[in-house]
């Protein structure tokens, strides 16, 4: 079996890029497309790597059937067939990362590559072929923030794309279902999950959308599985007093803003559990946490993620004489030496800055999972308001996923960070309270004001886990 995918290769600082077409696990390469417009704005120099995405290249098949008949000659009967097939390819150019400066040169500037074929058949003979390419890729949009026609360095860049399809959930959406993952880097916060809002007739909106923010940083590796109606992407989580930092992969639902699945290694979910699994002997092989390495591209196919790795040059790695890799990660594994959840991982392979599967658009998404209502008030003031609109599921909670992002995110706002942790009363209740709300809409925002409005009375300022607005304790009179 062979895992068939779209790459975008190419340098990162000016040169012009391929976009391929790879067969994973027969080691294959085919079927060069155009060339990419990369831009070589910036310096040449060590350090410097791009970020882009390459967000789902989807298929229409249509099958056109005519029969003549001559009604005074039962054997005469001409059948006419047009087989027609229409891939678009959405490529997206985020921009570029330099180590040495800091930092992104955004241009987040999006292009369709559009292939079509045709076959014409008689009888099943085929009589005729036709193939079709734009020629060159072309700019449907710049998402750059602010409307800028420059590059921007203070703003954030899109890195990685992802085509699914369902529109998120809210109303007057121009969207085809096209999603980035935007780098905020350069302010404070994580990184957003945004809508990046073309409609099917390339009518454009201004800017991109966020619809969800985790508050920790997401990589460039956004994929999207049309079979299970969700995006998938590669987190870094924040570290504890007892646990260090950490890397999961998240399965998200941007149609009713839903954390369906993740996995991560605080619980060991993204080990390599067998040598059998590495390809390439003698190669050094890097674990999916190792902070050296970055995830530039994922792309789900035929049940499995398959996520790039390449070397990150503003962090030390673990490993450091490990070159490109791809890990192949199987959702549904038990994640036993029997059946692991890290399935393959490929050595000596082409570094890569996107990767993408070919979704076909007759595959219809399943309907998203039906959520409670928040039953109460959401607090969508003293923690971000995207991040309080996440629902959540049972097994995102005991992956500890959860758990972490919220602790995280919660002491940051806390009118006393330092003494509203582990030991505080308040601080202490989180555990409980994001399993009452599990399955629930804006269950994040739930637990946020029941921790912070206990009994439907705010905290006063002189609880160290209270919002930073929180109003002053009164004191009795004498």
């Not at 040449?44 to 059937?65: E, H, K, W």
Request: with cysteine; charged share 20%; hydrophobic share 35%.
């Amino acid at each position: 079996m062979a895992l068939d995918f779209f790459f975008a290769s190419g340098g990162p600082t000016g040169e012009d890029g391929e976009l391929r077409r790879r067969k994973l696990f027969a080691g294959e390469e085919e079927e060069v497309l155009p060339r990419l417009p990369f831009t070589g704005s910036m310096p040449s120099g060590a350090g410097a790597s791009q970020d882009d995405g390459l967000g789902g290249g989807y298929l229409y098949n249509v099958i056109t059937t005519l029969n003549i008949r001559n009604p005074s000659d039962p054997n005469d009967d001409i059948r006419y067939e047009t087989i027609s097939e229409r891939i678009n390819l959405f490529y997206l150019f985020g921009g570029v990362r330099d180590s040495g400066a800091g930092g992104y040169l955004a241009y987040n500037t999006l292009y369709l590559d559009y292939h079509y074929r045709e076959v014409a058949l008689i009888n099943g003979v085929v009589v005729g072929r036709k193939d079709t390419y734009l020629g060159a890729p072309r700019l449907i949009e710049k998402y750059t923030p602010g409307g800028l026609d420059l590059p921007s360095a203070t703003q954030p860049a899109i890195t990685g794309a992802a085509f699914l399809g369902g529109r998120p959930f809210y109303p007057g959406s121009r969207s085809i279902g096209l999603y980035g993952v935007q780098d905020m880097g350069v302010g404070p916060g994580g990184s957003q999950i945004v809508d990046l809002r073309t409609d099917y007739n390339w009518r454009t909106a201004d800017m991109a959308s966020p619809i969800m923010d985790f508050r920790v940083p997401l990589q460039g590796a956004l994929a999207a599985s049309r079979e299970r109606g969700s995006l998938f992407t590669v987190a870094e989580l924040p570290a504890t007093d007892s646990s260090p930092l950490a890397r999961a992969i998240l399965e998200f639902d941007p149609r009713n803003n839903y954390l369906m699945n993740s996995w991560s290694t605080i619980a060991n979910d993204l080990a390599i559990l067998s040598e059998q699994v590495v390809n390439g002997a003698g190669q050094a092989v890097h674990a999916f946490g190792d902070p050296g390495y970055r995830a530039k591209g994922a792309a789900f196919v035929q049940g499995n993620l398959v996520v790039a790795f390449d070397r990150d040059p503003t962090r030390d790695a673990e490993t450091a004489d490990a070159g490109p890799q791809y890990f192949t990660f199987d959702p549904a594994a038990a994640n036993t030496a029997s059946d692991p959840g890290i399935v393959r991982v490929d050595t000596g392979v082409p570094g890569s800055t996107a990767l993408t599967e070919l979704v076909n658009e007759s595959l219809a998404l399943p309907a998203m999972r039906t959520l409670r209502a928040p039953g109460g008030p959401i607090d969508t003031s003293s923690i971000n308001v995207l991040f309080s609109r996440l629902a959540y599921s049972q097994q995102s909670l005991d992956s500890g996923v959860v758990r972490r992002v919220f602790e995280h995110h919660f002491q940051q706002t806390a009118i006393n960070p330092s003494g509203c942790t582990s030991g505080n009363p308040v601080f202490d209740q989180i555990p409980s309270k994001l399993a009452q709300f599990v399955d629930t809409q804006s269950g994040f925002g739930r637990v946020a004001h029941e921790l912070r409005n206990p009994g439907g009375t705010p905290l006063t300022s002189d609880y160290a886990c209270a919002a930073p607005d929180a109003p002053a304790p009164v004191t009795p009179p004498r």
